[in-house]
C-alpha cells in the first residue's frame, strides 16, 4: 500500500520560511515524479513544483520560482519543499503527489499526501 505522509508546514510571518517534509512507503521515489501541488480557500489546487525521477530535475510555477526549492533524499525515500521569502498569497494546503510520468497536471497523479497548512501572516 502506497503512503505520502507528509509533514512540517504552520504559520509563519511574510519573508520567513518553511520546509515540507514528504516521506513515501510502498513506492520509491527514485523512480516516481514527486510533487507538490498546494489548495488556496476557494480555489483550486494548483501545481507548485516537481522533480523527475530520471535525472531529478526540478521545475517550479513562475509563482514560487526563486522562492521554493524541491529536493529528494532517495536514501530516505523522502521529497522536500523548502519555501523561503514567502508571501501571504502563499497560503494554502500543500499536497505532495506521485506519479510515474513527469506532469504538472494533478489529474495525472495517482498517489497523493494528506495534505499540510501553511498559512503566511502579513
Known amino acids: 500500500q502506497v503512503q505520502l505522509v507528509q509533514s512540517g508546514g504552520g504559520l509563519v510571518q511574510a519573508g520567513g520560511s518553511l520546509r515540507l517534509s514528504c516521506a513515501a512507503s510502498?513506492?520509491?521515489?527514485?523512480?516516481?515524479?514527486m510533487a507538490w501541488f498546494r489548495q488556496a480557500p476557494g480555489k483550486e489546487r494548483e501545481f507548485v513544483a516537481r522533480?523527475?525521477?530520471?535525472?531529478?530535475?526540478?521545475y517550479y510555477a513562475d509563482s514560487v520560482k526563486d522562492r521554493f526549492t524541491i529536493s529528494r533524499d532517495n536514501a530516505q525515500n523522502t521529497v522536500y519543499l523548502q519555501m523561503n521569502s514567502l508571501k501571504p498569497e502563499d497560503t494554502a494546503v500543500y499536497y505532495c503527489?506521485?506519479?510515474?510520468?513527469?506532469?504538472?497536471?494533478?489529474?495525472?497523479?495517482?498517489?497523493w499526501g494528506q495534505g499540510t497548512q501553511v498559512t503566511v501572516s502579513s
Open positions: 503527489a506521485a506519479d510515474r510520468l513527469s506532469s504538472t497536471d494533478m489529474n495525472e497523479y495517482d498517489f
Open positions: 510502498g513506492l520509491t521515489i527514485s523512480s516516481h515524479t
Open positions: 522533480i523527475t525521477w530520471s535525472r531529478g530535475n526540478p
